[in-house]
């Protein structure tokens, strides 16, 4: 038998796709009450504000995340297997919160310093430094072509996150629907790895 779910929590899923569908300024506390089923006083007794309620359902999904990365960056084995395991991780855990990327986009542009803070002081921040590492490790034994470590993290995470930020504009540029969106997203992480193996495979 299903969960049944609590006031809260139906607030914050209902919260969630309000956000998706209509970023942070233009969602209302009345549309997320409508589309809860939720009254908006007892909205307001569980969520003093919209950016209260942002930030809950941001940090929950957010920090929820960086642990999982950061056990993958822990784990023993070759770097490209880890890589190749990041990024497996990473797609499945944006697309069960495709939220993120634009939530992290909101708090960036309104409150970078305490967004950046906030990341800092987090015990489950992943290890990037530690990748880095094994990165300039790998290249110094030729086992992958010499490459800044840095671009490559960048270049990682840009093409992992990118089709969720910019899914509005690829769907409707590209004319691809539900069912072809899906296949898409089936196929990214498999499509980053052979992308990322290829480029570094060494001469």
Request: with cysteine; proline share 5%.
């Amino acid at each position: 038998m299903a969960k049944k779910l609590t006031t809260k929590e139906k607030i914050k899923l209902a919260a969630k796709e309000i956000f998706i569908q209509k970023g942070f300024a233009g969602a209302r506390m009345e549309d997320i009450s409508k589309a809860s089923g939720i009254n908006k006083a007892l909205l307001h007794y569980h969520f003093t504000s919209k950016e209260n309620l942002f930030e809950q359902i941001f940090d929950e999904a957010f920090f929820e995340i960086m642990p999982r990365l950061h056990a993958v960056l822990l784990t023993e084995g070759e770097v490209m297997d880890k890589i190749d395991a990041f990024v497996d991780e990473y797609i499945a855990t944006i697309r069960q919160n495709p939220h993120i990327p634009l939530f992290v986009i909101h708090e960036l542009s309104q409150a970078p310093d305490r967004f950046l803070q906030k990341i800092k002081s987090h015990p489950g921040l992943p290890n990037v430094a530690s990748l880095i590492m094994e990165v300039m490790t790998a290249m110094e034994e030729g086992k992958i072509r010499s490459y800044p470590p840095l671009h490559l993290v960048m270049n990682v995470l840009s093409m992992c996150v990118f089709p969720f930020v910019a899914r509005p504009i690829i769907r409707t540029v590209m004319q691809v629907d539900d069912h072809n969106w899906d296949a898409i997203i089936d196929d990214r992480a498999a499509m980053i790895k052979q992308f990322i193996r290829t480029a570094l495979k060494p001469d």
